[in-house]
């Protein structure tokens, strides 16, 4: 019954706000108005303010007073998102949205940057992923979220599409072998810190710290499995 009055009230909205709904249901976490506005203007519509305030109207889209953010209704969202189609153009104006937010952040916020890495992968931006990922797989580590951590960093490594060729790549393998190794996955830990000195083989040349690094941690894993090399 819920979803046929959520679908009648969808209709009474009208298409622009059907439009402005099925952009917005790219966002899987509240966002501030300029999210908002980010889904809208991307989409062409004008009066996206106006077609907001239906939506709230009409109990499809959430407003959290205290925080100033709004959200689609879920029992709405993962059906508006089927019905997407401009699903690269609505991540990168949500990328957009999210890489305003968090380089304005004064500390790193872990949800703002996931969501970040997440539009950045729907968009095509696999460097600002690789980036952010080694950078949160860290954050997490050092907050002693082994296990999310280790999420994120795989997460990140198989939803690219593109060659892992960068020091941002080389980074990201890193943290992520860092992670694995203390979780107990060694020889998982030893392909990531292989990975990750061929790519920064590579890119920087032999004499460089990241280079060093890499082989001290491999020869420690290598160490603790009582292999030496």
Same mark, same amino acid.
């Given at each position: $019954?819920?979803?046929?009055?959520?679908?009648?009230?969808?209709?009474?909205?009208?298409? +622009?706000?059907?439009?402005?709904?099925?952009?917005?249901?790219?966002?899987?976490?509240?966002?501030?108005?300029?999210?908002?506005?980010?889904?809208?203007?991307?989409?062409?519509?004008?009066?996206?303010?106006? =077609?907001?305030?239906?939506?709230?109207? =009409?109990?499809? $889209?959430?407003?959290?007073?205290?925080?100033?953010?709004?959200?689609? $209704?879920? #029992?709405?969202?993962? +059906?508006?998102?089927?019905?997407?189609?401009?699903?690269?153009?609505?991540?990168?104006?949500?990328?957009?949205?999210?890489?305003?937010?968090?380089?304005?952040?004064?500390? $790193?916020?872990?949800? %703002?940057?996931? +969501?970040?890495?997440?539009?950045?992968?729907?968009?095509?931006?696999?460097?600002?992923?690789?980036?952010?990922?080694?950078? #949160?797989?860290?954050? =997490?580590?050092?907050?002693?979220?082994?296990?999310?951590?280790?999420?994120?960093? #795989?997460?990140?490594?198989?939803?690219?599409? %593109?060659?892992?060729?960068?020091?941002?790549?080389?980074? #990201?393998?890193?943290?992520? &072998?860092?992670?694995?190794?203390?979780?107990?996955?060694?020889?998982?830990?030893?392909?990531?810190?292989?990975?990750?000195?061929?790519?920064?083989?590579?890119?920087?040349?032999?004499?460089?710290?990241?280079? &060093?690094?890499?082989?001290?941690? =491999?020869?420690?894993?290598?160490?603790?499995?009582?292999?030496?090399?």
């Amino acid at each position: $019954i819920r979803e046929h009055v959520i679908r009648e009230l969808l209709q009474r909205g009208g298409d +622009e706000l059907a439009g402005l709904l099925r952009w917005f249901s790219i966002y899987r976490q509240p966002v501030l108005k300029e999210g908002v506005r980010q889904v809208g203007e991307k989409a062409g519509l004008e009066t996206w303010e106006e =077609l907001l305030k239906e939506g709230i109207g =009409l109990s499809l $889209i959430e407003y959290d007073q205290a925080r100033e953010n709004y959200r689609l $209704i879920p #029992l709405l969202r993962e +059906e508006l998102l089927a019905e997407l189609e401009n699903r690269h153009a609505s991540h990168r104006a949500a990328f957009a949205y999210y890489k305003k937010i968090c380089e304005a952040n004064e500390s $790193i916020d872990p949800v %703002s940057v996931e +969501e970040w890495i997440y539009h950045a992968l729907g968009c095509g931006e696999e460097e600002v992923a690789s980036e952010q990922g080694g950078i #949160l797989v860290i954050y =997490l580590y050092d907050h002693l979220a082994f296990r999310e951590s280790r999420r994120v960093g #795989l997460w990140v490594l198989e939803e690219k599409n %593109s060659e892992l060729s960068t020091a941002y790549d080389a980074f #990201l393998l890193y943290g992520t &072998a860092f992670t694995i190794k203390t979780l107990g996955d060694h020889r998982k830990a030893i392909d990531y810190y292989e990975q990750a000195l061929k790519i920064d083989r590579n890119v920087y040349g032999e004499a460089h710290p990241a280079v &060093a690094r890499e082989l001290n941690n =491999l020869g420690e894993v290598w160490r603790v499995l009582g292999e030496p090399k």
